[in-house]
Protein backbone atom coordinates (compact mmCIF):
# COMPACT_ATOMS: atom_id res chain seq x y z
CA UNK A 1 0.00 0.00 0.00
CA UNK A 2 2.45 2.45 1.09
CA UNK A 3 6.35 2.44 -0.40
CA UNK A 4 9.17 4.67 0.70
CA UNK A 5 12.39 5.50 -1.07
CA UNK A 6 15.54 6.92 0.83
CA UNK A 7 18.34 8.78 -0.98
CA UNK A 8 21.22 10.83 -0.29
CA UNK A 9 23.89 8.45 1.19
CA UNK A 10 27.12 8.43 0.72
CA UNK A 11 31.40 8.71 2.03
CA UNK A 12 32.14 11.48 3.76
CA UNK A 13 34.96 12.57 6.15
CA UNK A 14 34.59 13.16 9.72
CA UNK A 15 32.96 17.25 10.17
CA UNK A 16 31.14 16.83 7.02
CA UNK A 17 27.44 17.00 5.91
CA UNK A 18 25.12 14.90 4.16
CA UNK A 19 21.52 15.15 3.68
CA UNK A 20 19.22 12.40 3.32
CA UNK A 21 15.73 12.19 1.35
CA UNK A 22 12.53 9.94 1.81
CA UNK A 23 9.65 9.97 -1.02
CA UNK A 24 6.67 8.82 0.55
CA UNK A 25 4.26 6.97 -2.74
CA UNK A 26 1.08 4.98 -2.08
CA UNK A 27 -2.46 5.16 -1.03
CA UNK A 28 -2.25 7.64 1.91
CA UNK A 29 -5.38 9.58 3.28
CA UNK A 30 -3.25 11.33 5.86
CA UNK A 31 0.07 11.33 7.53
CA UNK A 32 0.98 11.13 10.93
CA UNK A 33 4.66 10.94 11.49
CA UNK A 34 7.57 10.09 9.36
CA UNK A 35 10.67 9.74 10.45
CA UNK A 36 14.25 8.16 10.55
CA UNK A 37 16.11 5.53 12.34
CA UNK A 38 19.62 3.94 11.77
CA UNK A 39 21.62 0.41 12.15
CA UNK A 40 25.16 -0.07 12.45
CA UNK A 41 27.14 -2.99 12.17
CA UNK A 42 26.92 -5.34 14.48
CA UNK A 43 24.29 -3.30 16.55
CA UNK A 44 20.53 -2.81 16.98
CA UNK A 45 18.61 -0.43 14.81
CA UNK A 46 17.96 2.82 17.05
CA UNK A 47 15.57 6.20 16.53
CA UNK A 48 17.36 8.75 15.02
CA UNK A 49 14.37 11.35 14.82
CA UNK A 50 10.80 11.74 13.72
CA UNK A 51 8.37 14.35 12.94
CA UNK A 52 5.10 14.81 13.00
CA UNK A 53 2.15 16.28 10.88
CA UNK A 54 2.21 19.40 12.44
CA UNK A 55 5.63 19.86 12.85
CA UNK A 56 6.56 18.54 15.80
CA UNK A 57 10.10 16.86 15.85
CA UNK A 58 11.97 14.82 18.23
CA UNK A 59 15.65 13.59 18.30
CA UNK A 60 17.35 10.92 19.89
CA UNK A 61 20.06 12.77 22.10
CA UNK A 62 23.71 11.74 19.76
CA UNK A 63 21.11 13.61 17.31
CA UNK A 64 20.70 16.91 19.27
CA UNK A 65 22.35 20.14 18.11
CA UNK A 66 24.18 18.22 15.04
CA UNK A 67 20.94 16.84 12.52
CA UNK A 68 17.61 18.52 11.65
CA UNK A 69 14.48 16.25 10.20
CA UNK A 70 11.81 18.31 8.08
CA UNK A 71 9.40 18.45 5.69
CA UNK A 72 8.79 19.56 2.28
CA UNK A 73 5.44 21.23 1.97
CA UNK A 74 2.83 19.76 -0.03
CA UNK A 75 4.36 16.22 -0.99
CA UNK A 76 4.87 13.05 1.61
CA UNK A 77 8.97 13.48 1.90
CA UNK A 78 10.89 14.50 4.52
CA UNK A 79 14.94 15.22 4.92
CA UNK A 80 17.79 14.25 7.65
CA UNK A 81 20.50 17.41 7.22
CA UNK A 82 23.31 15.87 8.89
CA UNK A 83 26.19 18.39 10.08
CA UNK A 84 29.51 17.26 11.79
CA UNK A 85 29.28 13.95 10.89
CA UNK A 86 31.21 11.11 13.03
CA UNK A 87 32.50 7.82 12.64
CA UNK A 88 30.23 6.45 14.98
CA UNK A 89 27.15 8.03 12.74
CA UNK A 90 28.17 5.30 9.72
CA UNK A 91 25.09 3.15 9.55
CA UNK A 92 22.21 2.19 7.39
CA UNK A 93 19.36 4.72 7.21
CA UNK A 94 16.18 4.00 6.90
CA UNK A 95 13.04 6.19 6.59
CA UNK A 96 10.02 5.17 8.67
CA UNK A 97 6.55 6.03 8.16
CA UNK A 98 3.01 5.90 10.12
CA UNK A 99 0.03 6.49 7.46
CA UNK A 100 -3.58 6.16 7.47
CA UNK A 101 -4.31 4.88 4.44
CA UNK A 102 -8.44 4.26 4.58
CA UNK A 103 -11.14 6.37 5.42
CA UNK A 104 -12.23 4.44 7.88
CA UNK A 105 -8.95 4.68 9.93
CA UNK A 106 -6.80 1.58 8.70
CA UNK A 107 -3.02 2.16 9.04
CA UNK A 108 0.10 1.77 7.44
CA UNK A 109 3.81 1.62 9.68
CA UNK A 110 6.86 0.50 8.09
CA UNK A 111 10.45 1.45 6.65
CA UNK A 112 12.49 1.51 3.27
CA UNK A 113 15.05 -0.22 2.39
CA UNK A 114 17.08 2.04 3.72
CA UNK A 115 20.51 4.18 1.89
CA UNK A 116 23.95 4.09 3.41
CA UNK A 117 26.29 6.22 5.19
CA UNK A 118 29.85 6.07 5.80
CA UNK A 119 31.86 8.47 7.76
CA UNK A 120 35.47 7.97 7.86
CA UNK A 121 38.62 10.02 6.73
Known amino acids: QVQLAESGGGFVQPGGSLRLSCAAS????????MGWSRRAPGKQREFVAQ???????NYADFAKGRFTISREGGKNTIYLQMNSLKPEDTADYYCDGFFQTDLDGETWDGWGQGTQVIVSS
Open 26 to 33: GRIVSLNT
Open 51 to 57: ITQDGTT
